[in-house]
């Protein structure tokens, strides 16, 4: 892992930078596990970083100067050798998803596998939510088999329909309402990315682990 950049963020939080996604979920991991877990309010992942918010009354400093000696790189107390989904988050949520996502065989050819394939490489890896975005419950999933790493389509249909669960780069991912989109569409799910009845709303958060199942 490289050595991450600490950045000062207003009065109440410090930003580290990270080169990877996949060092997004280390850091945070450590940072929830770790010696800064009694000085940090809240950890909210991007794609490339992670802001940590202090407690009423600590001093953005003192986390600062605790990370720099106890966060990065040696004091991490994870195995930055495993994937993200190696390690297991807090807790997991299952996914069931019905394969037959309109790209699911241009998902196959671009990765070698045959369409039996990618479903048993994508329902056979633990995924880990990184960071969220682009929409309420839209959570960036990393972690899964490296197989499945394809690119986004050329050309992003205009309507995605709710609970599509889609592929682009090393991400996977479940469009939590209607709304246009180029991952690579190899399913659907009925289960609720989203809901304003459910306390919280939203299903997936950071650092769940996340299984997907055949429907």
């Known amino acids: 892992m490289n050595t991450p950049r600490l950045l000062p963020y207003g009065d109440r939080a410090l930003l580290v930078e990270v080169e990877e996604v996949s060092e997004v979920v280390l850091v945070a991991d450590a940072v929830r596990s770790g010696p800064l877990a009694d000085l940090v309010d809240d950890v909210v992942p991007g794609a490339r970083s992670v802001l940590l918010l202090a407690r009423p009354g600590v001093d953005p400093a003192e986390i600062r100067e ?53 479903v048993a490489a994508h329902t056979g890896t633990p995924w880990r939510v990184a960071f969220g975005g682009f929409a309420p419950g839209f959570a960036y999933l990393v972690g899964g088999d490296p197989r499945l790493e394809v690119p986004r389509r050329d050309e992003p249909r205009t309507q995605v329909p709710t609970g599509a669960v889609g592929l682009a780069g090393e991400f996977s ?43």
């Open 66 to 118: 605790r990370a720099e000696t106890g966060m990065v790189p040696d004091d991490l107390r994870l195995d930055p050798s495993k994937s993200p989904a190696d390690r297991q988050g807090p807790s997991t949520v299952e996914i069931p998803v019905t394969y037959d996502g309109p790209d699911l065989a241009e998902v196959a050819r671009m990765t070698g596998l045959s369409e039996e394939e990618v």
């Open 173 to 215: 991912g479940v469009y939590p309402r209607e709304s246009p989109g180029g991952w690579q569409l190899i399913g659907r799910t009925e289960v609720a990315m989203w809901d304003l009845d459910r306390d919280p709303p939203a299903l997936l958060y950071a650092g769940a682990t996340v299984r997907f199942l055949r429907a």
